[in-house]
């Protein structure tokens, strides 16, 4: 779905404020939420209130464009259209990545791919997955909505920290 259980919001908004990031990616855009918590926390929070004061560099990716509305356009610097596999290659290094509840829309290897590709492209890094596996279909056509794959706290510990929030996993550096 182009939205999470809540559960995320807090963690994100705090490591935004902690670690002050001059540049952010959010994989998986969806709704844009990650966007707009990001942007308050970034900007917003340091009464940078306009877009001619925003200093933070947002980007996103988004594999189904039917997601993308022109609020995204407003909140993100950039949104890329693409597996994110084939464009966090292409990429810069970002002061933060988000990854919230996307890691579980790809098999094993391609998720473990996609971590590497995090840890890579991330000087910190805030990654969730469903605590709990669920099946999930396509949604509106979408077929990268549907859940391949489940986490567990052991598999996700070689990525950083890995703590439950709610009904996620969480695993950040």
Known sequence: MPCSDPAWIEMVARKIIQEEPKSILDIG???GMAGMIARSYADIWRLRLTPGEWQC???GIE???GYLMPHQRFLYNKVLIGDALELLP???TYDLVI???VLEHFLRSDGERLLGLIADHGRHYVVTTPKHFFAQ???HGN??????CEWSISELQMWG???ESGPLLRVER
């Not at 077929?143 to 391949?148: D, F, G, K, S, V």
């Open 29 to 31: 855009v969806g709704f």
């Open 143 to 148: 077929l990268a909505e549907r859940h391949l």
């Open 161 to 163: 920290t890995v703590t």
């Open 57 to 59: 560099q947002i980007d």
């Open 63 to 65: 594999v189904f464009p």
């Open 137 to 139: 279909t396509a949604v």
């Open 90 to 92: 292409t990429l810069q």
């Open 99 to 101: 990854c919230i509840d």
